[in-house]
């Protein structure tokens, strides 16, 4: 079947530490990764996503390459922001089909 | 422009009750999708619309539950006779084409329902 694995939280980091949430999954195919983010109080938004394996997505400093040999798209932020606080959702796509299959979201908390 | 809307923000009903919750989509957006997220867990898949056509919706939990997108715009989720466990926030997400795997789904801000 189709599913994502998440790193547990919460999560509560420096302001300025280095972040890293693990997101393994299982899918058949070749199926499409994203990272969501969903700030306190507002719906889910896009973060980054990779469509192949070997490719990186970025944006807003944070990180993460699709890793096929470990099915794995780690989400990396080299120093995190108190405005980073915020639940992330790991998420894949498949090759057929059209919904998204979420992990369980990581909390993120940054303290100064 | 204008992101996907949901409403009502909010509903408390009581066991027993029907409910409805409307989604506004993306203008020209042909897909559309809905997610039930209950608390600390990830969104899970409820059903799909590509335009006016309902082409999946095995992730209804029961009978109870019925969307529909009348005119490939507008779509509302309806829960007949509400259980407590049907308490969670429901997403609805929008997409601009139809089943494209690298596509990015746009979320609205959820309706949290509450079932005393």
């Known amino acids: 079947g189709n599913s994502v694995t998440q790193m547990e939280g919460p999560v509560t980091l420096s302001e300025e530490a280095f972040l890293t949430i693990n997101c393994t999954y299982t899918?058949?195919?070749?199926?499409?990764l994203f990272w969501y983010v969903q700030y306190p109080g507002e719906g889910l938004q896009l973060l980054l996503k990779?469509?192949?394996?070997?490719d990186k997505g970025s944006n807003k400093g944070f990180e993460a390459t699709y890793r096929k040999e470990t099915t794995s798209f780690h989400l990396e932020k080299g120093s995190v922001q108190v405005s980073d606080s915020a639940v992330y959702f790991c998420?894949?796509?498949?090759?057929?089909?059209?919904?998204?299959?979420f992990g369980t979201g990581t909390s993120l908390t940054v303290i100064p | 422009g204008a992101g996907v809307s949901q409403s009502p923000r909010y509903k408390v009903a009581k066991r027993g009750q029907d409910v409805a919750l409307r989604c506004d989509p993306i203008?020209?957006?042909?897909?559309l999708f809905w997610y039930q997220q209950a608390l600390g867990q990830g969104p899970e898949f409820l059903t799909y619309?590509?335009?006016?056509?309902?082409?999946?919706k095995s992730g209804l939990p029961s009978d109870r539950f019925f969307a529909e997108r009348p005119e490939g715009s507008v779509s509302t989720l309806k829960i007949q006779r509400t259980q407590q466990e049907d308490s969670a926030v429901y997403l609805c997400?929008?997409?601009?084409?139809?089943?494209?795997?690298?596509?990015?789904?746009?979320f609205g801000p959820g309706t949290r329902l509450t079932v005393l």
């Open positions: 998420a894949l796509k498949r090759n057929t089909g059209n919904q998204f299959y």
């Open positions: 899918a058949t195919g070749y199926p499409s």
């Open positions: 990779a469509t192949k394996a070997d």
């Open positions: 203008s020209g957006h042909v897909s």
């Open positions: 619309f590509q335009n006016e056509a309902q082409l999946d």
């Open positions: 997400a929008s997409q601009p084409y139809g089943p494209v795997r690298t596509d990015t789904q746009y």
